[in-house]
């Protein structure tokens, strides 16, 4: 099965902390994930609370390797406010067919991501310069949006976890179902997320800028590596 995403190579028990600021608003993020080796891949679990409010999140997800490549293979996630819960969703990519847009029931399309399995599937992208890979981001049910991941220049980032050399990913839409000027156009006017992942092996996600909404005037939220 084609992938996109290779192994590569958590160590068992990593932990990644981070916070999360938007420009412009009050109030913080904290997000800490831990991910545990399998012996066909990885589960990692990621908590997020809001400084000084009562917001929380778990999001529990499964990452299947199948010939040295990795898959999303499930997702679980779950916020609460005040420890009620507030909303729960799943989802199932790996080995299933799903109810999609026009009436057609068929899989889910290679290289799915839900939005937080991008701290692990992204970082076995080829961070190659130049290299341009389509991934399928799943936002809920069957909802998934087309993205390119373009590998670009390596530069040294500063978050609160230290200085650290990183190679430049840029994400934005792609609308494959349009001619190639259009998509150019509308691609153009959508902002862009752009990742920065760490060039030393395994690539862990240092800074994540991207919009809280799809105007280019919407502010930028932006996810840094704290330790």
């Known amino acids: 099965m084609h992938s996109v995403f290779r192994d590569p190579g958590i160590p068992d028990g990593e932990r990644t902390d981070y916070t999360v600021l938007v420009e412009g608003r009050p109030g913080r993020l904290d997000l800490s994930g831990v991910t545990t080796r399998e012996r066909d891949g990885y589960f990692s679990v990621i908590e997020a609370r809001a400084v000084g409010g009562d917001f929380e999140m778990t999001v529990c997800q499964r990452f299947r390797r ?16 005040g420890g009620i819960v507030v909303s729960r969703e799943e989802g199932r990519f790996l080995g ?49 949006v087309p993205l390119s991941a373009r590998i670009e220049q390596c530069a040294t980032i500063e978050v609160p976890a230290g200085r650290v050399r ?15 000027m259009a998509d150019k156009v509308i691609g153009g006017f959508l902002p862009p997320a752009v990742a920065h992942f760490e060039v030393a092996e395994p690539h862990r996600l240092v800074r994540f800028s991207f919009p809280v909404g799809p105007m280019p005037w919407d502010p930028r939220a932006v996810l840094e590596l704290s330790k």
């Open 66 to 81: 199948i010939e040295a490549v990795l898959h999303a293979e499930s997702y679980c996630a779950e916020s609460r406010s």
């Open 96 to 144: 299933v067919e799903h109810l999609q847009f026009g009436g057609l029931i068929t899989p889910f399309p290679a290289n799915v991501m839900p939005l937080l399995g991008g701290l692990i599937l992204l970082r076995g992208l080829d961070f190659t310069e130049g290299v341009e890979e389509s991934v399928n981001l799943w936002l809920a049910y069957s909802v998934h």
């Open 166 to 180: 990183c190679r430049q990913v840029r994400l934005r839409p792609r609308l494959p179902q349009l001619n190639t």
